[in-house]
């Protein structure tokens, strides 16, 4: 089980312009910001978590006292709770500013139930909404 996950970003920009994008696209899904970390906090973190029921389990944020680099594109996977939540998902995604990576569908070569969409966030991460459900 995952508990959480974070993206670094270079800057205190990035997670602004991120934090717009996913609470736009994560929407469908039932994330929004949950809490967030501002540099007049002084705890060397700038971020945001985002999730749902209460949870923050998506992380995007840089340090304060030196600049991170991004580690590198990243895969992200989200639970939707139906086919139409992916579909909402993907539609969100698009007009928050994200690059269709494959339009929602079937994809029977992961299993028989298996419904996803996927998109290429502005900092250049793929992510897919999934529903395991027929």
Not at 36 to 59: C, H, M, N, R, T
Not at 71 to 79: C, D, E
Not at 109 to 123: K, R, S
Request: glycine content about 10%.
């Amino acid at each position: 089980m995952i508990d959480h996950i974070g993206l670094r970003t270079r800057d205190a920009a990035e997670v602004q312009t991120l934090k717009a994008f996913y609470v736009a696209a994560l929407a469908p899904l039932g994330y929004r910001a949950i809490i967030e970390f501002s540099a007049e906090q002084k705890i060397g973190y700038i971020g945001v978590g985002l999730g749902a029921d209460g949870k923050p389990d998506f992380w995007i944020g840089t340090a304060t006292d030196a600049p991170m680099e991004p580690s590198g594109r990243m895969h992200l996977a989200f639970v939707a709770k139906d086919r139409a939540a992916v579909d909402a998902f993907h539609r969100a995604a698009i007009a928050a500013g994200a690059k269709d990576n494959g339009a929602p569908g079937p994809r029977p070569h992961y299993h028989a139930n298996y419904y996803g969409a996927f998109v290429v966030d502005p900092a250049g991460n793929n992510l897919e909404a999934v529903c395991h459900r027929p």
